[in-house]
């Protein structure tokens, strides 16, 4: 993010890149709102001299592989039906408020309307909690969770919903497999605790938030990572996957994306 990294050097090298308004004016508006190529060679010409990028690799030569499997989920003709019916819907009320709201709103209304798709992606109670519509991609985790278990192997699961993520909990629980949960609301210690337990036993879940657990804990005890559903920046997804493959890490990683077939989740808005 623009804004980011001109509080980074406005602490550091203040002079550098001047105020926000005119760092807004000459870069940020240009390099967000039109792409302009030319801005961004002018800002990476002024701020190369001041970056040091190392890759995981330069920093550990000995780290065991990473591979990252995608997972296709294919809905049911229910779920389509309902995904369908609440893009419909989304269209419509995007072109009836057409005209009608800033351009703030009409930002927040896009949004909550992608948020309901990407919902629906995951499981039809995610959007309706009275839905009896099944969950096409919470059945596939299970068949993947059941198999990585039979194989005596543990994994991190991800999710940025939390509702989601105590589904697939009580999913879990109904067939006997064990995990842990962490998420935003966990206390600090508790949350370390959490860690020690994963670290030091055998659960072969461990359930948690991208935000709460995307950074700042080392669980090198999986050697498998589950996104249940994609993230709007991936590079926050590859933060998370870090928390398995990284210093310490002795044995190969998998990391699994589970990508709902329709939705367009490999385009900017990633809705599955």
Known sequence: HLGELWSLFAVVLPALLGSWGTFRRRYAATI???????????????IRPFLLRRTKGEVEP?????????????????????????????????HTNRGKLREQERRVEVLAALTRL??????????????????????RFLALAVELAAEGQRALVFSQFTTHLQLVRSALDARGL?????DG???????????????????PFFLISLQAGGFGVNLTAATNVIHLDPWWNPAVEDQASDRAHRPGQRNPVTVYRLVTVGTRASSPARTG
Do not use: I, N
């Open 185 to 203: 609301q966990t206390p600090e210690p508790q949350r370390a605790a959490l860690v020690r337990d994963f670290q030091r036993g055998e659960t």
């Open 118 to 139: 990407r919902l629906l992606a995951c499981h039809p109670r995610l959007h309706d909690s009275r839905s009896a519509v099944p969950s096409s991609k919470l059945a």
């Open 62 to 94: 000995d780290l065991p592989p990473r591979m990252d499997v995608r997972v296709p989920v294919v809905l049911s003709s229910a779920e389509w039906q309902l995904y369908e019916d609440a893009r419909l819907a989304a269209l419509s009320d995007l």
């Open 178 to 182: 064990a995990s842990l949960y962490l």
């Open 32 to 46: 967000k709102k039109v792409g302009d190529p030319e801005a961004r060679r002018s800002l990476g010409c002024v």
